[in-house]
């Protein structure tokens, strides 16, 4: 396929609203013709490669996918990502059909639809999400009176849904999203630390990390998960605590994200943030990303690389 290479100066970039699939030739759109910018992709050298596939047939306006492999001369100190819905999708068919069963399990009479479910993912953490709904909708009636059994009560609930979760993960049913391994091997393999930064339990994020990247990529990556800071996404403690963890600055960290509270907490932490969307978050607003894809992509049709999330960096080193 015949591509050509300029300096991209004021462009719109949208992503796509089909999933990421390893047959599929969309990626960011190029829309011609327009003078907005809605990434903070300005002066990068990438190369946009023309594909009657990026549209469907009768669409009025042609796109170019755009791949973005930017040189770059300045690595990240540390790579981190959150885990669901980036590392793996994993909320519709994972989370929820386990928060569910478990529902089922202790007789309580609540199921959680897709579109409910995608509602309560604006609440971060699980415990934190079945207590919200349980304030806003009533207890059941099996659930105890007081505050302090209700804490107790919740943290059962969530102890078996992750049970049920961690299940499904060794199965390895859900497969991890494209160019995740070869993003995280580029990282390794060129010094950069690598930590994954999640609100969910520690043991479910642990299992996605060693059963779908593998033992030894998982020995080599830092997990910071569900209660180990106080306050979760949209609050930036977890990506601070990774920063002072791994002993880097946060300004020379690039996170990936999905959703607008991860982006939020990113930002707040004065780190870099590159937002790959999941099936939940394809419409949330992410106009504070500094870039914005579909996904990351494996190659022939790769997003971003290692060298793409560097030059993120650049300008910072730029008097």
Not at 52 to 73: D, E, M
Not at 158 to 178: G, N, S, V, Y
Not at 223 to 251: C, E, M, Q, W
Not at 299 to 310: I, M, N, S, T
Request: charged share 25%.
């Amino acid at each position: 396929m015949a591509s050509t290479t300029l300096s991209v100066s004021s462009a719109s970039i949208s992503t796509s609203k089909t999933p990421c699939l390893p047959n599929s030739t969309t990626v960011a759109y190029f829309k011609p013709n327009t003078t907005s910018l809605s990434t903070s992709i300005v002066g990068k050298r990438i190369r946009l490669y023309r594909s009657s596939k990026t549209r469907p047939i009768g669409a009025k306006n042609a796109s170019i996918g755009i791949n973005c492999q930017a040189s770059s001369s300045v690595l990240p100190s540390a790579l981190l990502f959150d885990c669901d819905g980036v590392l793996v999708d994993t909320e519709k068919d994972g989370h929820r059909i386990s928060f569910n069963d478990t529902f089922q399990e202790k007789e309580l009479g609540v199921t959680w639809d897709v579109d409910l479910y995608g509602e309560l993912l604006k609440i971060g953490g699980g415990k934190e999400r079945m207590t919200a709904y349980f304030n806003k909708v009533g207890w059941p009636e099996k659930a105890p009176k007081s505050e302090d059994e209700r804490k107790t009560f919740i943290a059962g609930l969530h102890k078996r849904k992750t049970d049920l979760f961690m299940a499904l993960i060794e199965k390895q049913l859900l497969p991890l999203r494209p160019g995740v391994a070869k993003l995280i091997d580029q990282a390794l393999g060129n010094g950069v630390k690598v930590a994954v930064c999640s609100t969910s339990n520690e043991k479910a994020v642990s299992a996605i990390v060693s059963f779908l990247l593998g033992p030894q990529r998982a020995e080599q990556i830092k997990i910071f998960a569900g209660d180990v800071v106080p306050r979760k996404k949209p609050d930036p403690a977890i990506y601070i605590l990774a920063a002072n963890t791994l002993d880097v600055d946060p300004s020379s960290c690039v996170v990936v994200e999905d959703s607008a509270i991860g982006l939020a907490a990113a930002k707040s932490a004065g780190m870099k943030c590159i937002v790959t969307k999941s099936g939940y978050t394809a419409e949330e607003d992410f106009v504070n990303a500094d870039a914005v894809f579909d996904c990351i992509g494996d190659p022939p049709e790769e997003r971003f690389d290692l060298a793409f999330c560097g030059s993120l960096l650049e300008k910072q080193y730029v008097s």
